[in-house]
């Protein structure tokens, strides 16, 4: 006998109503202008607290750590995108209207498109980079160096492509006005630590957490109200593909900038249970789940204190500064665990499937931190010690465009000796050989975990 079909009790109502309120949950899909408001009205603008530079200081050196702009989905996220629609549209009935508004809806995406930049992306990049010399115009002024690298990735080849488009041809990038250097050792290395490749990345154990929040009573309670609403039973969905639901709904909106009508499946409180599970991998997977997730990225925060160092030293012996702008293109996976490392957003207790409601406020919210376009910018100072009675060398960092308060201080600026002083331990013996290096032991991976 064939499963009963499951009554349809939603009603529809005017697609701007369904999206009300979803925007802010996507986590790493989530667009830049939820974490800055004001770039919706005027993509230029610096907005209401535009970061002032310290009194009696001129920038000597800015170092920029990209994410990619808005990209589309991933070839898998398409294939299981097009499982659900042909489901639909093979089952679905004109007295379900769900169902039927999403079998009509035109299934476009393709796997060719595979996470590609989107033009939205590019526009993401132009206009940071219009943004960045307007706020730091020293720095970007006519026949400075830039110093651009990518991940191998299109998405990041492009997205820096698109931010040296938006600076001008004011800029020199040397000898090839072309070329971006590819360098993943510093924008993947999460690719190049096998201790991380081994125990995490292909561990499906260290996914614990999330599978069994995927199996838990909150993501049932939205799955069953997903069935309900698409009037099949509940066994013919998963977790997954409720979640590629709910993604489609990000990427029409970041894409598009349309309302879609996978949205109409989703109240604000089913879309915080939706946050929660792709906080909780990026968490386990890319932030403070395990120690590797983090300590791998020391290669990249050492190298950002070497430049900056250098900077220092050129400025004390009276030369130019050798590279004034230095931006590199990464990912939300590059970007999450170098922030993990410097001890930023950690919540006193960790996200685990169990304590949804307890993590309501928590610090660790992905779409705040990571959002397309993310991005985190240390600026090197050199200040009048006459006018500031500090030492000359001052830094300041911003995530996303918004000063940063230091761990050490709780200031915005700080002394570079006392940033350099408080991360004295990774800057001295994080060794990414070392952290990566697989043990040998006969132990298992759960033993390791």
Known sequence: MAPRRAACVVLLLPLAVWGAGLSGY???????????????EDPLSL????????????PLQLRAVLRHGTRYPTAGQI???????????????????????????????????DGRLAPRGRRDMEHLARRLAARFPALFAARRRLALASSSKHRCLQSGAAFRRGLGPSLSLGADETEIEVNDALMRFFDHCDRFVAFVEENDT????????????????????????????????????????????????????????WCSLFSEEDAKVLEYLNDLKQYWKRGYGYDINSRSSCILFQD????????????????????????????????????????????????????????????FRSGRIVPYAANLVFVL?????????????????????????????????????????????????????????????????????
Request: some cysteine.
């Open 26 to 40: 996507f986590g790493t899909k989530s667009r830049y202008e939820e974490v800055n408001p004001h770039l919706a």
């Open 47 to 58: 907005g209401p607290h535009a970061a002032r530079l310290p009194a009696a200081c001129a």
């Open 79 to 113: 294939r299981r995108l097009a499982e659900l629609h042909g489901r639909l549209r093979r089952a679905a009935e004109p007295s379900c209207p769900a169902a039927a508004a999403l079998a009509a809806w035109p299934m476009w995406y393709e796997e060719s498109l």
């Open 206 to 261: 260290a996914m614990y957490q999330v599978n069994a929040f995927k199996e838990g009573p909150e993501m049932r309670k939205v799955m069953e109200k997903v069935a309900s609403a698409l009037c099949m039973p509940a066994s013919e969905l998963s977790a997954d593909l409720v979640q590629v639901a709910f993604l489609t709904c990000s990427y029409e909106l970041t894409i598009k900038n349309v309302t879609s009508p």
């Open 304 to 363: 950002i204190f070497q430049q900056l160092d250098k900077a220092v030293d050129e400025s004390r012996s009276s030369k130019p500064i050798s590279s004034p702008l230095i931006v590199q293109v990464g990912h939300a996976e590059t970007l999450q665990p170098l922030l993990a490392l410097m001890g930023f957003f950690k919540d006193a207790e960790p996200l685990r499937a169990n304590n949804y409601f307890r993590q309501a406020h928590r610090k």
């Open 381 to 449: 100072y050199h200040c009048d010690q006459a006018k500031t009675s500090k030492e000359e060398y001052q830094v300041q960092m911003l995530l996303n465009e918004k000063l940063m308060p230091f761990l050490h201080s709780n200031e915005t600026i700080s002394t570079y000796a006392d940033l350099k002083s408080y991360y004295k331990d990774i800057l001295q013996n994080c060794n990414f050989e070392e952290e990566c290096e697989l043990p040998k032991f006969n132990g298992t991976v759960t033993d390791e975990l």
